[in-house]
């Protein structure tokens, strides 16, 4: 009871961790990533007089693709970056050894609240960032383009459909426990890496677990768009 | 009900353990007796570090027999690895403290992560640990912010917190001065008469190790060259004691004949 109860407390800080380091750089990414669509979309579709599918273009990219993997990429920045820099300095300075002589079990210890954590934090910030993209995409649409509200809010109500946020849903969980593993593989076997030793290994290992977790998400969204189209 | 205690409480045979073709140990045999201050001595790269690690599981070794307390602590008994890691502790030469942790936090994590106390157990356990080492005014001190020498207390409160009955020390006096290495063998001896734990250490300080320790080992060459009392190491005519017992003296005359000739300002 006492060590679930303390597992449960651990889980609650790196939430806490993870969730409030990297929410500023939703919002703003959301939010510009959003402007950004809705002024490139309204551009490309009033070639085609069809400005009324500005909602639906815009709702549609974030919801299936952008907000899963941005969200993702902003995450791995931030979160994993710190998580794997932290297991490299632990494992440098055998803060890591100490815990396995002390019968600790360091995965369970380290890791595991880390990698639960990842599978909540990922999906609600990527829902924010869903949020927070439409929104944009209806300020420069309707507000700075003259698209009518009720047209845009209308076309992104009929086409976000049960479907894509089941998608969009299963990639960031799947995105945050892929992250998030490599980010503790890297920085947990930072002194493995062949010529760096010292705080060269603590960068070099934190460099290749953003550099490997983004290249891992990119992979993963290809596989699982390819199952949902 | 207390079960007998081994009389030897750690019992090594034949240990040995090399690196990329070099052999560091090369069959150590060694018995550590029940409720001692075991000082295991030798100049630095002689392989005590590696002794020490193989005997916490921290490393493997390559031939040889590791037994706790009569029970052997081979690679296939994990259930014996674990029993022994639960009743031995170490204490790390970088002394391996929790950096984002406070005092108080620090030793309370292998009573927190290993056992099943309530919290007030823990902070009890934790807060007696810390003021038998005189801390108790730095409990909520990160350990940047703690001398070296509390940096090695607070190491040692986080190792005697669990009651262990064997503590390993890895060089707990590199890197100080005289003074302190003086305090810290003056602090192993008084807390382990305090908490009766067996005590098994590597250095390469001889004065210190002499006065703490009820028993001395010298590791020369991958082999235990000597095992004895602090007398009988004081007055052997082992041409390898002799000659690590010497070299303190040694290095003080090669410094003061330096002195002889250097120009006086």
């Known amino acids: ?127 924010l960032f869903v949020i927070l993209g439409i929104w944009g995409g209806s300020l420069s649409g309707s507000v700075l383009l003259g698209v009518d509200s009720g ?43 062949g010529s760096a030793v010292g705080a060269r290994a603590v960068s070099a290992c934190t460099t290749r677990a953003v550099v490997l977790s983004s290249i891992a998400v990119l992979v993963t969204d290809y596989i699982i768009s390819s199952f949902f189209v | 009900m207390e079960t007998a205690k081994h009389p030897i409480a750690l019992h090594v045979d034949g240990l040995q353990k090399g690196f990329q073709g070099k052999s560091v140990l090369r069959g150590v045999d060694l018995e550590v007796p029940r409720g001692s201050i075991f000082s295991v001595l030798g100049p630095s790269g002689t392989g005590k570090s590696v002794f020490l690690k193989c005997l916490a599981n921290i490393m493997q070794p390559d031939a040889g027999r590791i037994r706790f307390d009569g029970r052997e602590l081979g690679a296939g008994n994990s259930a014996a690895r674990d029993e022994f890691r639960r009743r031995c502790s170490f204490l790390f030469q970088s002394n391996a403290l929790f950096d984002s942790l406070t005092a108080l936090e620090n030793v309370a994590l292998p009573l927190e992560q290993t056992t099943t106390l309530g919290k007030l157990e823990i902070l009890n356990r934790c807060r007696n640990a810390l003021e038998q080492l005189e801390m108790e005014d730095f409990l909520h001190h990160y350990p940047a912010q703690l001398s070296g020498g509390m940096q090695k207390r607070l190491a040692l409160a986080r190792a005697i917190v669990t009651r262990p009955e064997l503590v390993l020390f890895d060089e707990p006096t590199a890197g100080l001065d005289p003074l302190r290495r003086n305090a810290v063998f003056a602090m192993i001896a008084k807390y382990q008469r305090h908490f009766n734990f067996t005590a098994l250490i590597v250095t390469h300080d001889v004065p210190e190790a002499l006065v703490a320790s009820d028993r001395i080992a010298l590791l020369d060459q991958g082999r235990i060259a000597f095992v004895g009392t602090p007398a009988e190491f004081s007055s052997s005519s082992n041409p390898v004691v002799s000659l690590f017992r010497d070299s303190a003296q040694a290095l003080g005359e090669s410094l003061a004949e330096i002195r002889r000739h250097q120009p006086t300002p």
Request: net charge positive; charged share 10%.
């Open chain 1, 151 to 193: 047209v845009y809010w209308s076309a992104v109500h009929r086409a976000v459909e049960a479907r894509d946020l089941q998608e969009c849903f299963m990639k960031a969980a799947a995105f945050g426990l892929l992250a998030m593993s490599i980010c503790a593989y890297q920085g947990f076997h930072a002194d493995r890496n």
């Open chain 1, 1 to 127: 009871m006492a060590q679930t109860k303390r597992l449960a407390t651990r889980i609650a800080r790196a939430v806490h961790e993870q969730g409030t380091v990297c929410l500023p750089v939703i919002l703003i990414v959301g939010v510009f990533t959003g402007l950004v669509l809705g002024l490139q979309g309204y551009h490309v579709l009033s070639r085609f007089g069809s400005q009324g599918l500005l909602g639906t273009l815009v709702s549609l990219s974030l919801v299936r693709e952008m907000a899963p993997v941005l969200a993702a990429l902003m995450l791995i920045g931030q979160a994993g970056s710190a998580f794997a820099a932290e297991l490299g300095i632990q494992r440098n300075t055998e803060q890591i050894v100490a815990l396995e002589t002390m019968g600790v079990n360091s995965h369970g210890y380290l890791v595991a609240p880390r990698l639960v954590a990842a599978l909540i934090v990922f999906p609600i910030q990527t829902a």
